[in-house]
């Protein structure tokens, strides 16, 4: 079992603070930790557990397991984009063919309208790892460039993050939340995500495909000598990704225990309103972790509507937010900055507009 002190402890808090500031600053100022973004964040979560005091059998197993398991079943995001680059790797070439002939047809805006809500909303269903991998393929596949590629992907994983909560099927964080409230006063099913903050979501999941339609749609064109990018993928190249990913997620599971005395000592004394806007820390944190650590039976619904909220939308604003990110990033060789500086601004936008759409419940 864990042990956290139950009032902070002085070189705790230092230590801790001083990972979350190099963890936000270092991937944008020093250019070959920027490259290297997964040993990093594996060596910060090592660190910030060992500050903690949290090493125990339990953590090293989760960590070992999350990437290849979800739940009890032995599948992962490691597999899952193992297998999907093994398949394009392979049948690169038809696939390829599909999706220009399909966007050609359609036309930009449409084709990216489209493909903006249909992975929105599905990622509730099929989960968030297996459309990050649709997202990821497609994506590289059109004939972009490079600055609308990276455009179009952080406005998906926006749309992406936020849909995927709709069910406990989509990702950790709404299981862990039906999980928590499944007792009284809640009684929380497997509906209980779209009934609640379903109203906020899919409106939400719309409006970023529109946004993405105009943002994207009206810079490029679809003409009849479109070819897609040629694959420069090798074999080595696939299995490497997916095992980048594997330590990306395992640093994250460290990361998000060794930061836990912190977001107890603190983050739940915060009142809801100012909770909101604090986890925008989830832009770099697994916001299951936090999901799992401030939303609780005792809470008024406004309340875990308005956290829940944050925490989704913040985790498009960086790489290490969310799922989606991470696939997408690694596929496509986009690098910290490269999606901060269309993730940020974008996120901070969405925030304030969900903002003053929850201000009735919150106050």
């Avoid at 929105?120 to 490079?146: D, N």
């Avoid at 950790?172 to 809640?186: A, E, H």
């Avoid at 090798?234 to 990306?248: D, G, Q």
């Amino acid at each position: 079992m864990e042990h956290i002190p139950q009032e902070p402890v002085l070189y705790m808090v230092a230590g801790l603070v001083c990972i979350a500031i190099l963890v936000l600053s270092l991937p944008f100022k020093v250019k070959k930790i920027e490259e290297n973004l997964e040993p990093f964040f594996l060596i910060m979560g090592v660190l910030a557990v060992t500050i903690s005091g949290l090493w125990t059998w339990g953590l090293v197993e989760e960590a070992l397991k999350a990437p290849v398991m979800i739940g009890h079943m032995p599948i992962g995001i490691f597999q899952v984009v193992l297998v999907f680059g093994l398949l394009i790797y392979y049948f690169n070439e038809p696939f390829c063919n599909g999706i220009i002939s399909l966007a050609g047809k359609l036309g930009p805006k449409i084709f990216i309208f489209l493909l903006i809500t249909v992975l929105g909303l599905i990622s509730s269903l099929v989960s968030v790892i297996v459309t990050a991998c649709i997202l990821a393929e497609v994506v590289a596949a059109l004939p972009f460039k490079k600055g609308d590629k990276i455009k179009l992907v952080v406005v998906t994983c926006f749309a992406v993050g936020l849909g995927a909560a709709l069910t406990p099927l989509g990702e950790p964080l709404s299981t862990i939340l039906v999980q928590k409230l499944s007792g009284p006063p809640y009684n929380a099913g497997f509906l209980f995500p779209l009934q609640n903050i379903g109203v906020y979501i899919i409106p939400g999941v719309v409006a970023m495909a529109a946004f993405g339609s105009l943002y994207i749609g009206r810079k490029v064109s679809f003409e009849s000598e479109n070819t897609a990018p040629e694959y420069s993928e090798n074999l080595r190249t696939v299995i490497m990704r997916a095992i980048k990913v594997y330590m990306f997620v395992a640093a994250l599971i460290l990361l998000g225990d060794g930061l836990k005395p912190l977001i107890i000592w603190y983050f739940t004394k915060i009142p809801a309103w100012a909770l909101y806007w604090i986890n925008m820390v989830s832009a770099i944190l697994d916001n299951a972790t936090l999901t799992a650590i401030e939303i609780g039976p005792t809470m008024m619904l406004p309340q875990i509507i308005s956290i829940t909220m944050g925490l989704l939308i913040a985790g498009g604003m960086l790489i290490p937010g969310n799922i989606p990110n991470i696939v997408a990033a690694g596929r496509l060789k986009i690098n910290m900055r490269e999606w901060a500086v269309i993730g940020v601004p974008i996120g901070l936008i969405i925030l304030v507009i969900y903002f003053a759409v929850l201000i009735p419940i919150l106050f």
